[in-house]
């Protein structure tokens, strides 16, 4: 039912936005298409609540954050507004607001490459939701009259998101968008980086950049602090439906022995239910190495060795600090999170590894 609030008034979204001719939609009715994130009970979610609780109380309190959600849509709307109802909206000093707890907006339009519009900017003194409007430049590409575009949402990395409604001009069209190809997504799993911190808004982490240059779907399972390949995180991913598992946890397990024990073992996990699924390890993207870094490094290069010399065919191994060759030092925020450029060398990298080894190709021009 895409307008609940034609038979029941106490459902119409009150907004303070200032265009005359609005009209909300739910963004789980038809034609909208939700990926990366699913509803359960009164939020959004990137794994089941029940799930997110046996693995650990920090999984559990950061499963609801948004990272990898997106809406997609088609329309002819000179505007896009949202009206989000949220809580537990991160603010910390490093960072971005318009990350943790901000919407971007992406259009692509007749096959060519989705271009970024701008972000729904939140209040500082964002405590319950917020709303914001987006005007279509007056750009050719853009706003050519009538034009229909393809509409992408990114969902916040480090906020949780109760409900999402779309604000379009009432009359104008709305469809759905086209399905990402293959149907089946990447699966990233990792700690705050894999998350997204620090990036200025939600689709500058590595996994957006790569969904829009293959036009493949992805979900994001990056636990702040908290990824350390509990055997219930393991088992829940081996079965996940996915196209290629990627993962980087190394900077969250608390100690070598602690990796030398869960990383060969999740690989092993996965790689039992999955036996051809290409699957990619990282080790944590830095330029330098230090204190125990270097063992690290050879835990995860072990558990690639070993795989390699199983026979195994669809194992690959990306070091950190390849990861960062374009950015350099002047990727990171702190020394460790990335900056946006610091996302763009990670999703560079990776992607032009993933042509490499022919596991996707570029679709878009």
Known sequence: MSNIESIDKNLKVKSTIDKDDVKFYDVLSEPFKVYGVFK??????????????????????????????????????????????????????????????????????????????????????????????????????????????????NFPTYSDVKDLYIGLQEGAVVESADDYKPQKPIVYYGSSITQGGCVSRPGMTYEAIITRRFNIDHINLGFSGNAKAEDEMAEYIKGLDMSVFVYDYDHNAPSLEHLRDTHEKLFKTVREVHPDLPIIMLSRPKIYLADDEPERLEIIKTTYNNAVTAGDKNVYIIEGAELMKICGNDGTVDGGHPTDFGFASMATVIGDHMEKWGLFKKEVN
């Open 40 to 153: 359960e009970g009164d939020r959004f979610r990137r794994m089941p609540e029940e799930v997110a609780k046996t693995v650990s109380e920090g999984v559990y309190q950061l499963h609801a954050c948004t990272s990898g959600g997106r809406v997609r849509f088609r329309t002819n709307s000179s505007y896009v507004a949202i009206h989000a109802e949220m809580d537990k909206i991160l603010k910390t000093s490093h960072f971005a607001l318009t990350g943790a707890g901000g919407f971007d907006l992406y259009v692509k339009v007749d096959g060519k490459d989705a271009r970024f519009v701008k972000g729904f900017t939140p209040p500082f003194d964002v405590t319950d939701g917020y709303e914001s409007v987006i005007d279509m430049p007056d750009d050719i590409y853009l706003n050519e009259s009538g034009i229909m575009r393809e509409i992408t949402i």
